[in-house]
């Protein structure tokens, strides 16, 4: 993956930076709750800081839809930012014109300003080219350290790149050299897993992984999809039955291409959806009542995924096994997730898991820090893995 990142970028002592981060943080009363993503963005600042130039950072926060909406404004996030950065932090009541320039110009140095949120203007998720021009006016140079905003192509992740020097920033750097290594050029075999309710909203994401990796487990609700379209007894649980010919497709396709598909072999059933709820484990196709429910995979199909993780080198990780949320019904998940996190930390797997749900499943088992990668990057990771173009990456191609 050939990408321009700041060992690239020279001479930057008294230029300009504009520093594209992910400050979408969750909030509560005008108060910052989660510092995560603030925290992501610190070594690519500091590095442009320590570079003596001045840094300017471009955000969005949530969907103000082109408006100017007071409580969508990124000032809370200044202090924050300023404690966890240990120097003063400025902010710009505009990302653009007068407020912007003159917020930049006052800098010293290694200075840093936050420039109100871009998508106040309807012109940054059209990427408009005059609103990309006006933002590139800021700057002599482009980083782009938000990955979770790359498959956007809007003028501050795409458009301002085709205006002056663009550059990965350190935390996209870390995020696509984890990403290459997972399914660019992984050290095979390679297994994945990919879970969560829908086929319908994974589809892409199947086609491409079946003809990229060795293994491929699938659990979830998903996994009830697929089953019932071998015409094993579902009972009344959660599955897409209208996807069934797809998910015959897929397995033949999968077939073709030499991947094999691991679908549980038992399954955790249970009539409620609650906490501590009375459950049973059955083999696959044994009769289920109407009102039973498959809610996660058993103790045999969490051993042939060890199995398949123990035989490989790489392992991608998208969805949960079950429904994580509930105990008991986190087993299955929990314990792949700590089997991965045991072989990772032998450093016989490499492991990367993302999206939402996935970093939720692996952070409520309390591996998170000893996979190799964990991506927030929600719809970014989706798309990626679905082997499509990320503009806001495209856009940094040497």
Known sequence: MTFRTLDDAKDLAGKTALVRVDFNVPMEGGKVTDDTRLRVALPTIQRLRDAGAKVALLAHFDRPKGQRVPAMSLKPVVQPLEELLGAPVRFADDCIGAPAVDAIRDLDAGGVVLLENVRFHAAEEANDPVFAQKLADLGDLYVNDAFSAAHRAHASTEGIAHHIPAYAGESMR??????????????????????????????DLLKNLVGKLDTLAIGGGMANTFLYAQGVDIGGSLAEKDMAGTAREIMAEAQAQGCELLLPVDVIVAVEVKPGAAFKTLKTGQPLAADDKILDAGPDTVARLNAAIDASKTLIWNGPLGVFEVPPFDAATVAAAKHVAERTRADALIAVAGGGDTVAAVAHAGVTADLTFVSTAGGAFLEWMEGKPLPGVEALRI
């Open 174 to 203: 870390r995020e696509l050299d984890a990403l290459d290594a997972a399914l660019g050029k992984p050290q095979k075999p390679v297994v994945g897993i990919v879970g969560g309710s829908k086929v319908s909203t994974k589809l």
